[in-house]
């Protein structure tokens, strides 16, 4: 997968970089908005992430440019200034998503994975972990072949666990992926909710000695249990 | 009663003091007419009783003067206001006027004493200077002696009236030489009759001649008729006059008023036109308009400097973000690392928050929050919500009722945000296994939302602030409870944003009650 990011902030550039190398990404970054457009409308890539303020060419003006010469390469937008101004003019410019900052890398990967996912006819709609298979279509759960029944919230969560086994996400994280953006930070809604995952699937498991896939790291958040390693 | 009006106390007051001015003035002018009518009357029959007294005519001329040339010299309209009398120097009557009172008794005036002897009269006024010695050239007669006149026996009138009636034709027997008549005015009042009494009296006749003072009271009765009758009027016009002046006066001050009221925190650059108003109200308009501009000035920094400032903490806390969830998945899971860094991730991710409902604000309050309207399933949405609550406060009582197929146009994240604000504050401020209740409803142009909770008696002022920016109910900046009190005047406004409102019912000390109403369209 090829990413574009053409970002002026080189401190935010870095670790946005960081976090697509880790996706085994490739990334290449650029630092204004001249450059970027050139390299955009050249270049062949699977996913273009935009800030909007951008020296040069700002971030408006290359998704107009791109549009209008046809590139039709996925964009996300990284808005930071009126933030509400430039969601709305951007997605009428063309723009396939949108991410305030500040923003989780995780959740711009996320976006990634679910606009790929989008475009390309939702071919990786199977998801499965171990014993926990998810249908992101058809939104059904099954655990050792057994059928879980989950609400929207607890589809949404756990398939945002299961997109990186083994990876620690704080409950503020899990809770912005999740329930958006502005909810309260301090509640415990997502421990909550994990709760209730993991009765579900328990109850499911009577007497056999599998573990929940959902690992409580202490004083941090959750994980999904990677198979083949031990918590 | 208070006058509530400026412009009706205004036609109110022109109208008295007017009147004031106009009764003040009627009665002074009446006083002056009526004193220098008096003094005419005093002049007049004093003057003609001088004269007549002072004149050598036959007894039977006396009633002829009497009724018909002494009412046309005083101008009088009714005979019967005019009395005449002619006396002989003993009191007898010579004269009398048909319709004199039987009760007006004529020994009772205050008769002038006789006049002084004609010699001595003579030689102290020059004016009845008796004409030159004949020195011959008299007609027959010698020129009376002043003896001849017996001072202190005058002659009877029939002896007197013959005689001079016999020598007016000779002309020696001049009025002249007689004494100056010695007069005297005397009011008397009789029956309701006030006459004023010009009395006259020479060394052989005494002349009364009574003027009726009801005469002069009849003319100014007229003069006072008339006032009493055309002050009303002028009052009239006046006060009318004053009510139409003070309303097109008042007009630049009407204009004000509706600047004034149109004048919301958006149209700040809003401006009064100056159409050839009056200096005075021409100066008010500008002082306002400066003072418009004053404020918008201040408004529009503070506005900036919110906008501003959440801007530029909008990267440094992006970077912040990123750089620790970085760190997070470098350092060993569940490492006291790990912890430190969630921890500064949450308060970071507090910030954000913070940052973010400002900027919304300062957008608000600038009139630029632009809403990205799609149709919104308000009943999923809310019951997502409510599921949510249930999850999260397993102690309360939660009940929702929520109208099915609720479809809204709105701006589906800020709309989260009010709802998630309400609802996360029921939570909060709830008591100990309290209740909470949502409920929603529609009519054809309208969706109404209601957010409730139990409450400990909330104090009366602390409703009051809920909608000011950082307010909060427990002592100020408590962080027990998290939220920066930004939320319920973001949800506010976010809903006027919409066209709506968001209200808090003041019924029931333990219940808060909000009620978020909004257009559909």
Not at chain 1, 174 to 191: K, M, Q
Not at chain 2, 105 to 116: G, I, L, R, V, Y
Request: aromatic share 8%; charged share 25%.
């Amino acid at each position: 997968m090829k990413i574009l990011l053409i970002e002026d902030e080189q401190r935010i550039a870095d670790f946005v970089c960081a976090g697509f190398r880790e996706q085994h990404f490739l990334v290449e970054h650029c630092l204004d908005g001249t450059d970027g457009y050139a390299r955009a409308s050249q270049g062949a890539y699977d996913v273009i992430v935009l800030d909007i303020m951008l020296p040069g060419r700002d971030g408006m003006s290359i998704l107009k440019g791109l549009r209008q010469a046809g590139n039709a390469t996925p964009v996300i937008l990284l808005t930071a200034r009126n933030e509400l101004d430039d969601r709305i003019d951007g997605l009428n410019l063309g723009a396939d998503d949108y991410l305030a900052k500040p923003f989780f890398v995780e959740e711009l990967i996320a976006r990634i994975h679910a606009m790929l996912r989008r475009i390309s006819g939702e071919r990786q709609n199977i998801l499965q972990v171990g014993s926990l298979k998810l249908d992101r279509i058809t939104r059904e759960v099954s655990w050792a072949g057994k059928s879980v029944d989950l609400t929207g919230r607890e589809f949404n969560l756990i398939e945002y666990l299961m997109r990186s086994p083994g990876r620690v996400f704080t409950r503020t994280q899990i809770l912005e992926h999740v329930w958006g953006y502005d909810f309260d930070p301090s509640t415990n809604v997502v421990d909550v909710c994990i709760q209730r995952i993991r009765k579900k699937i328990a109850s499911l498991d009577k007497g056999e000695a599998e573990a929940s896939p959902i690992e409580s790291v202490r004083g941090v958040g959750y994980r999904f249990h990677k198979p083949g390693v031990d918590a | 009663m208070i006058l509530k009006s400026f412009r009706l106390r205004l036609a109110l007051l022109s109208a008295l003091l007017s009147g004031v001015a106009l009764v003040g003035f009627g009665a002074f002018a009446w006083w002056v007419v009526y004193d220098i009518k008096l003094r005419q009357v005093e002049i007049d029959v004093i003057s003609n009783a001088e004269r007549e007294s002072h004149r050598m005519v036959p007894a039977d001329m006396w009633r002829n003067f009497g009724e018909s040339v002494l009412p046309r010299l005083m101008g009088s309209r009714d005979p019967h206001q005019l009395l005449f009398l002619v006396e002989d120097a003993s009191g007898e009557v010579i004269y009398r006027s048909p319709h004199w009172p039987a009760n007006m008794d004529s020994s009772k005036f205050e008769w002038p004493t006789t006049a002084q002897p004609l010699e001595a009269e003579r030689l102290e006024r020059p004016g009845f200077m008796p004409p030159p010695p004949p020195d011959g050239m008299g007609l027959g007669r010698p020129p009376l002696h002043p003896d001849d006149i017996h001072v202190d026996r005058p002659p009877h009138p029939h002896d007197f009236l013959p005689r001079e009636a016999l020598d007016r034709n000779s002309g020696e027997l001049h009025a002249s030489q007689l004494a100056r008549p010695r007069s005297v005015l005397q009011t008397l009042k009789i029956e309701d009759t006030k006459w004023e009494i010009g009395l006259a009296t020479t060394q052989f006749l005494r002349v009364a001649i009574a003027f009726d003072l009801g005469a002069i009271d009849e003319d100014m009765q007229l003069i006072s008729n008339g006032f009493i009758f055309s002050v009303p009027f002028a009052l009239a016009f006046i006060g009318l006059g004053a009510w139409f002046v003070s309303g097109r006066a008042l007009n630049p001050v009407r204009r004000l008023n509706q600047s004034i009221h149109q004048l919301t925190a958006q149209g700040l650059d809003h401006r009064i036109a100056l159409a050839g108003e009056y200096g005075e109200f021409a100066e008010l308009i500008s002082g306002f308009n400066a003072m418009l501009e004053r404020l918008e000035k201040s408004f529009k920094q503070a506005s900036r400097f919110s906008a501003d400032a959440a801007h530029e903490l909008r990267t440094p806390l992006t970077i912040l973000q990123g750089q620790i969830e970085l760190a997070m998945t470098q350092v060993e899971a569940g490492s006291a690392m790990q912890t430190t860094l969630g921890t500064i991730l949450d308060e970071v991710r507090r910030l954000s928050s913070i940052s973010r409902k400002l900027l919304l604000l300062s957008q608000a309050d600038a009139g630029r929050l632009r809403l990205q309207r799609v149709g919104v399933n308000l009943t999923a949405e809310l019951e997502g919500l409510v599921e949510d609550a249930r999850m999260m406060a397993v102690d309360l009582a939660i009940s929702c009722e929520i109208a099915a197929e609720i479809y809204i146009e709105a701006d589906e994240e800020l709309l989260r945000q009010i709802f998630v604000n309400l609802i996360s504050n029921a939570l909060k401020y709830n008591i100990k296994n309290g209740w909470m209740k949502v409920s929603a409803r529609q009519s054809n142009e309208w969706v109404y939302v209601h957010v409730s909770n139990a409450s400990d008696s909330m104090p009366e002022e602390s409703r009051d602030k809920l909608f000011e920016r950082f307010y909060r109910v427990d002592s100020a900046h408590n962080r027990k409870i998290d939220g920066a009190g930004l939320g319920l005047s973001l949800a506010r406004e976010i809903a006027r944003a919409h066209g709506g409102e968001l209200n808090l019912t003041n019924s029931d000390p333990t219940k808060v009650e909000f009620i978020l109403s909004l257009p559909k369209f």
